[in-house]
T-cell receptor, first 114, second 118 residues
């Protein structure tokens, strides 16, 4: 079965612009989580969505937002991009929300802000 | 707050040899899960092995096994018979065992870059 699909794989944006990243979870998975990976800060949790509701949010400014659609696909949006937003953004899907459910990750979107 | 520490930024092993990657964590919770993930150059985070804190028996998956020392809050990964395909960044991660929304996240260590020498 298809894995977690993230689009696009690479993205270059200019400071001040906004960007939308997409994540399609494994079929049947209803939970989607987002992580930011940078050399300086490592892997940091952004947010989790389950059944179209945000269940948890990491310590990121309000410029970072997300949503989940009825088909469980999720998008995350970053407005007013800063150079420090350059990172690999990873999406992970899970059958449901809870500790008994494992995460499957996508290959990420590499965002470069210039 | 929970933290995960990986003190070895880089490790190297000869093909067919055994290597152990270290991980320590800090938590006041009694119910939690620990993971080792592998991230090759393809960037996808791949689950290597998972350990439930309530289980005393160390988890094993083929050539991969862990040494889980709950009292010492240590969770090391042993890779036996190392193969070239094992070369990757390895991350140790923690997840609370709770069901509340705030617990639904992985807390990662900084990673260990493993090189496998032919």
């Amino acid at each position: 079965k298809a894995g977690v699909t993230q689009t696009p794989r690479y993205l270059i944006k200019t400071r001040g612009q906004q960007v939308t990243l997409s994540c399609s979870p494994i079929s049947g998975h209803r939970s989607v989580s987002w992580y930011q990976q940078t050399p300086g800060q490592g892997l940091q949790f952004l947010f989790e969505y389950f059944s179209e509701t945000q269940r948890n949010k990491g310590n990121f400014p309000g410029r970072f937002s997300g949503r989940q659609f009825s088909n469980s696909r999720s998008e995350m949006n970053v407005s007013t991009l800063e150079l420090g937003d350059s990172a690999l953004y990873l999406c992970a899907s899970s059958l449901a929300s809870g500790p008994n459910y494992g995460y499957t990750f996508g290959s990420g979107t590499r965002l470069t802000v210039v | 707050a929970q933290t995960v520490t990986q003190s070895q930024p880089e490790m190297s092993v000869q093909e067919a040899e055994t290597v152990t990657l270290s991980c320590t964590y800090d938590t006041s919770e009694s119910d939690y899960y620990l993971f080792w993930y592998k991230q090759p150059p393809s960037r996808q985070m791949i689950l290597v092995i998972r350990q439930e804190a309530y289980k005393q028996q160390n988890a094993t998956e083929n050539r991969f096994s862990v040494n889980f020392q709950k009292a010492a809050k240590s969770f090391s990964l042993k890779i036996s018979d190392s193969q070239l395909g094992d070369a990757a960044m390895y991350f140790c991660a923690y997840r609370s065992g709770g069901y509340g929304g705030a617990t639904n996240k992985l807390i990662f260590g900084t990673g260990t870059l493993l090189a496998v020498q032919p």
